[in-house]
């Protein structure tokens, strides 16, 4: 994503721009693979010192739930913003070294196929979110008798 700095209006700038998924050269594929490319948007401000980029990224991954093993596929999206000095960058302002790091450090960290994801029973291993069995987990502790 490459800004022409004059181009920034008062009221700031738009830019979309899809970003191929190989663009983060992802080392752990084991964990999760993006299955579709990054959708940026960004919204540019000029300042007199700096240029303000606020950008929303999203895109969708295959992944292996943490808990249940299972596998899943999720909509993932990310909000950064990113600032660059008015001085350095008078002309033009490319952005995607910047962008491609940020997208590493928002990825994440813990998958889940569902927020209330149950798990596997530790004892037999079936999937709780689809079998019941007869093992007896997340019992409150201490009901008051
Ligand atoms: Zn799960
Ligand atoms: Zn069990």
Redesign the pocket.
Known sequence: MKVQVRRIGNDGMDCNESFPVDLIGLTQKDILTFISPFEISAKIIRGDDEVLAKITAKSRYDATCGRCLEATTQDWSTEFTLTFDAKKYSEFIEMDEDIRQELILNLPAHILCRIDCKGL?V????NLNTQE???KHAVPSGTGN
Do not use: A, M, Q, W
């Open positions: 029973c004892d037999c291993g079936v069995c007869k093992h």
